[in-house]
T-cell receptor, first 110, second 113 residues
Framework: DVKVTQSSRYLVKRTGEKVFLECVQD?????MFWYRQDPGLGLRLIYF???????EKGDIPEGYSVSREKKERFSLILESASTNQTSMYLC?????????FGQGTRLTVV | GENVEQHPSTLSVQEGDSAVIKCTYS??????FPWYKQELGKRPQLIID?????GEKKDQRIAVTLNKTAKHFSLHITETQPEDSAVYFC????????????FGTGTLLAVQP
């Protein structure tokens, strides 16, 4: 059974802080993704990675960066958190077409 | 890049009725169209998918249809039950090495007992 685990379920951070969201998958998947989920906007792709140290921008990369030093771990970094980054963040991984999601991290920036 | 539109944004039906959710996509190269269900407070999970070489696929009470010419695909749920209440997302992908999924904006389905 595929497991995608995000390090935190809830986070509260201050404006200007550097924030790390961590995601780990245990199925040796090549591809990993970070999505942001907002009401009425669906799931929007921030960044994805198709191999260790490889990354590509998604549709809304501004204000975010990512790191993939090991195959199983994909980190989303908010260099300087802002209130408009308050959202639900979902990590996903796949090898074939089906994507498996983490449980989500609800980030609040105050 | 790919853009996926989804309608309606909310849908309320009586238990036992059918529900239909529609999506359109922009990139004719897309060849894989999954549907995900997200129950309240839970992660999205795949419920059914269809590839571009198939026009329809069924799995018990759910079915998906694809019209490649019109770039439309739809989710059909028959004999709805309260446990079908959730947010449903359609997505499109052109496969390749990354299988990057672009999602629609979601439909909140409420099944009234």
């Amino acid at each position: 059974d595929v497991k995608v685990t995000q390090s935190s379920r809830y986070l509260v951070k201050r404006t200007g802080e550097k924030v790390f969201l961590e995601c780990v998958q245990d199925m040796d998947h090549e591809n990993m993704f970070w999505y942001r989920q907002d009401p009425g906007l669906g799931l929007r792709l921030i960044y994805f990675s198709y191999d260790v140290k490889m990354k590509e921008k998604g549709d809304i990369p501004e204000g975010y960066s990512v790191s993939r030093e090991k195959k199983e771990r994909f980190s989303l970094i908010l260099e300087s958190a802002s209130t408009n980054q308050t959202s639900m963040y979902l990590c996903a991984s796949n090898q074939g077409p089906e994507a498996f999601f983490g449980q989500g991290t609800r980030l609040t920036v105050v | 890049g790919e853009n996926v539109e989804q309608h309606p944004s909310t849908l309320s039906v009586q238990e036992g009725d059918s529900a239909v959710i529609k999506c359109t996509y922009s990139d004719s190269a897309s060849n894989y169209f999954p549907w995900y269900k997200q129950e309240l407070g839970k992660r999205p999970q795949l419920i059914i998918d269809i590839r571009s070489n198939v026009g329809e696929k069924k799995d018990q009470r759910i079915a998906v249809t694809l019209n490649k010419t019109a770039k439309h695909f739809s989710l059909h749920i028959t004999e709805t039950q309260p446990e079908d209440s959730a947010v449903y997302f359609c997505a499109a992908s052109y496969g390749g090495a990354t299988n990057k999924l672009i999602f629609g904006t979601g439909t909140l389905l409420a099944v009234q007992p």
